[in-house]
């Protein structure tokens, strides 16, 4: 089992960039796959972006494509979200997770959450 820790959130106005990052303790697999999530106030956890730990595959929800980039860095056990041109829409808590079955955006497949970092967005 795995510890994840995001930090990076804050304030930000639309149109500006932040990267969250996200650290786990334990080992993560080359069949693994890590994903960021989030939840707006009011509404269910929606998958933004995810990354096969051993190929780097990324995948992305399409309201993020193309503005946001998923990354990690197998020394350090990072797995970080950079996330530009922000929008009010993009309000939410983000949270890093662990699937150990590989690609999937269902909620429940995954097996460790973090505790989420803010990401405020204003017009």
């Known amino acids: 089992q795995v510890q994840l820790v995001e930090s990076g959130g804050g304030l930000a106005q639309a149109g500006d960039s932040l990267r969250l990052s996200c650290v786990a303790s334990g080992r993560i697999y080359s069949s693994h796959f890590m994903a960021w999530f989030r939840q707006a106030p009011g509404k269910g956890r929606e998958f933004v972006a995810g990354?096969?730990?051993?190929?780097?595959?990324?995948y992305y929800a399409d309201s993020v494509k193309g503005r946001f980039t998923i990354s990690r860095d197998s020394g350090k056990n990072t797995i970080d979200l950079q996330m530009n041109n922000l929008q009010p829409e993009d309000t939410a808590i983000y949270y890093c997770a662990r699937n150990r079955g590989g690609y999937d955006t269902t909620v429940t497949t995954y097996n460790e959450w973090g505790l989420g970092t803010q990401v405020t967005v204003s017009s």
């Open positions: 990354i096969r730990w051993g190929t780097t595959k990324e």
